[in-house]
């Protein structure tokens, strides 16, 4: 059984808001529904980012809305998946080094279309994936509730 960690030491979805969980929960200017892919855990630049489990990087870039951003393939239950990390300010792996779970792997940022948001909204976008180039949408994505368990919403989780 694979021993899944938080990314964080201290986790909790930023502002409290459904807005930053996973599905259909923002809107487009029209008012239509808009998907957001992940969760956005609370986290000041240079927070220090974990893997969730034991694996291996996947791909590092910077590039995009994402900014810099980081892939980890797992295994959890008897399925490969994706740890995706944006909007970073440093990561400390390579493209295909392997890592233990809790290991640090980067710090957080305001890479990206994160850029110049004030303190209270700085985050770690992270999803999980069941494909490492996921596309648009919600496609090759799973809720992190299905890893996690639970979602922190309105209460930390301690990492």
């Known amino acids: 059984m694979t021993t899944i960690f ?3 030491q201290s986790n909790i979805i930023r502002r409290c808001s459904t807005n930053n969980t996973f599905g259909m929960v ?3 200017a029209d008012g239509t529904p808009k998907p957001h892919q992940g969760w ?3 986290a000041r630049v240079q927070t220090p980012v974990y893997a969730i489990a034991d694996g291996r990087v996947a791909f ?3 590039k995009g809305d994402y900014g810099l951003q980081l892939c980890l393939e797992f ?3 008897e399925a490969t998946l994706y740890a995706f990390y944006a909007h970073l300010f440093k990561v400390f792996v390579r493209e295909d080094d392997a890592v233990k779970g809790n290991d640090q792997i980067a710090a957080s940022g305001e890479s990206g279309n994160a850029k110049g948001m004030p303190a209270n909204d700085q985050h770690l976008h992270f999803e999980i994936r069941t494909k490492a180039q996921a596309g648009l949408g919600l496609a090759n994505r799973l809720s992190p509730l ?4 639970e ?3 309105h209460k930390e989780i301690a990492g």
């Open 6 to 8: 938080w990314p964080l």
């Open 26 to 28: 923002r809107k487009f």
């Open 40 to 42: 956005d855990f609370a």
């Open 60 to 62: 590092v870039r910077d």
């Open 75 to 77: 295994e959890f239950e």
């Open 146 to 149: 299905r890893v996690f368990g």
């Open 151 to 153: 979602c922190p919403l």
